[in-house]
């Protein structure tokens, strides 16, 4: 069975940093753009970043400068580091697996994981 286990998530105080990690088991890691999104409690999920196989990354806009995802193969691990926090970035954050390709949508991720929770005080 594929399983994405998120880790990392915590209280953190604007200005912070966090790092994000998650674990997939059950796929061939390399097939998969590996991608971060999040999500507020009644608003929609939001694309975050998305790294491929090659390493190739892209990001939201609102992330870009601050947050810089990566993997390791050998670990079928994805990053997401995260710095200059601020709250507007508090949401629960999940990773996700895309086999079709690289895109920043949510229907084009096959798995997800739990998500860990980030939260950003002033």
């Known amino acids: 069975q594929v399983r994405l286990v998120e880790s990392g998530g915590g209280l953190v105080q604007a200005g912070g940093s966090l790092r994000l990690s998650c674990v997939a088991s059950?796929?061939?890691?390399?097939?998969?753009?590996m991608g971060w999104f999040r999500q507020t409690p009644g608003k929609e999920r939001e694309f975050v970043a998305v790294i491929r196989s090659s390493e190739r990354a892209s990001y939201a806009d609102v992330v870009k400068g601050r947050f810089t995802i990566s993997r390791d193969n050998a670990k079928n691990t994805v990053y997401l580091q995260m710095d200059s926090l601020s709250p507007e970035d508090t949401a629960v954050y999940y990773c996700?697996?895309?086999?079709?390709?690289?895109?920043?949508?949510?229907?084009?991720?096959?798995?997800w994981g739990q998500g860990t929770q980030v939260t950003v005080s002033s």
């Open positions: 059950g796929l061939t890691f390399s097939d998969y753009a």
């Open positions: 996700a697996a895309s086999y079709s390709g690289s895109y920043g949508y949510t229907a084009q991720y096959d798995y």
